[in-house]
């Protein structure tokens, strides 16, 4: 009995476009998300801010500063921050939270948080 080569090759592309069907609903419904997401943090009722007080300074920290200063704080191509708080002043660290130092660029920590996140950095 002779097999049709094209049959094979036809089930495959087949499942290919399923394939690509499913994953253009699952980017669909991604991005519904992250729009709602986004409309939630502009309206105010997500985020990290103090008003709400839901912002977490370590938080912060693993998603923005951990790539500069280590994930022990530890430093790298930032300084490290183990004894910040022995070594500046609340003002100074405030000061450098929100005008940045060196190659830490400014505005990192929301100015609204700047005191929270000075306060945990004097803790570590």
Sequence with gaps: MNRNPIIPFILIMVMGIGLVFF????GLNNSKEMAEEEKKHEEGGGG???SGGDFDPEAHYQSTCI???G???EGGAGPALKGVGERLSDEEIKTTLKNGKGAMPPGLV???NIDA???WLKSL
């Design 71 to 73: 994930e022990n704080y």
């Design 48 to 50: 990290e801010t103090a």
């Design 117 to 119: 996140m000075a306060k």
């Design 110 to 112: 929301p100015e609204e």
């Design 23 to 26: 994953m253009s609903l699952e």
């Design 67 to 69: 790539s500069c200063h």
